[in-house]
């Protein structure tokens, strides 16, 4: 099955720093990967996905970007800001299968200091 | 105000004790899922279901019941064989296998 890997699993960046973090997959059936911040005590909250057939995505000041052969995804968060703070979790899915389960990275948690 | 809701946010059972965990949504979603959370480790999938009257096992569905009589909802119950349930477990809906997850913001159980 499945099997995500993420690190750092912990990161700390001055204020206005980028921060990397990056996930490798194992199934190269997977086609769709998405990235969740998660604050303490509430649930993760869905910031950008990827799906196969693109290199690269962006959204205002985060960026996925992904490496088929390689097999592996990373998220940028550039201009930090301490409300970036937070937990994020990598995630790989076969969508389109009969599950579409996500399989999750266990986790980064990032410290923007100010 | 759509999303969805999770009930209670805490919980405290006696060990041994049975406890149902409710995961409503208002989404119009199919799809609907159990995780749960270790600290300092991913989510992990417990059951899903992908539409009304059906659902399947995950990777750690042993000591766990579910049921899925509505649409909008899908009941988690933590039986007294589950051996270790104190932990974060969070539901999630999407409106089938090839769409995003959304999360409700999770119930803490603790069995003492």
């Known amino acids: 099955g499945e099997n995500v890997e993420q690190h750092p699993s912990t990161l700390s960046v001055q204020e206005g720093d980028s921060a990397v973090i990056k996930c490798t997959y194992s199934d190269s059936a997977s086609n769709y990967f998405p990235w969740y911040k998660q604050e303490l005590g509430k649930g993760p909250q869905l910031i950008i996905d990827?799906?196969?057939?693109?290199g690269e995505k962006k959204d205002q000041r985060i960026a996925v970007t992904l490496n088929k052969t390689a097999k592996h995804f990373s998220l940028h968060i550039t201009e930090t800001q301490p409300e970036d703070s937070a937990v994020y979790f990598c995630?790989?899915?076969?969508?389109?299968?009969?599950?579409?389960?996500?399989?999750f990275g266990k986790g980064t948690k990032l410290s923007v200091k100010p | 105000d759509g999303g969805i809701t999770q009930s209670p946010k805490y919980l405290f059972r006696k060990e041994g004790q049975n406890v149902t965990l409710s995961c409503e949504q208002n989404?119009?979603?199919?799809?609907m899922y159990w995780y749960r959370q270790d600290p300092g480790q991913g989510l992990r999938l417990i059951y899903y279901?992908?539409?009304?009257?059906?659902?399947q096992k995950g990777d750690i569905a042993e000591g766990y019941s579910v049921s899925r009589e509505k649409k909008e909802s899908f009941p988690l119950t933590v039986t007294s064989a589950q051996k270790n349930p104190t932990a974060f477990y969070l539901c999630a809906s999407s409106m089938g296998s090839r769409f995003e997850q959304y999360f409700g913001p999770g119930t803490r159980l603790t069995v003492t």
């Open positions: 989404l119009n979603h199919d799809a």
């Open positions: 279901s992908q539409i009304v009257n059906d659902f």
């Open positions: 990827i799906r196969s057939n693109v």
């Open positions: 995630a790989a899915s076969m969508h389109g299968g009969s599950q579409g389960n996500l399989i």
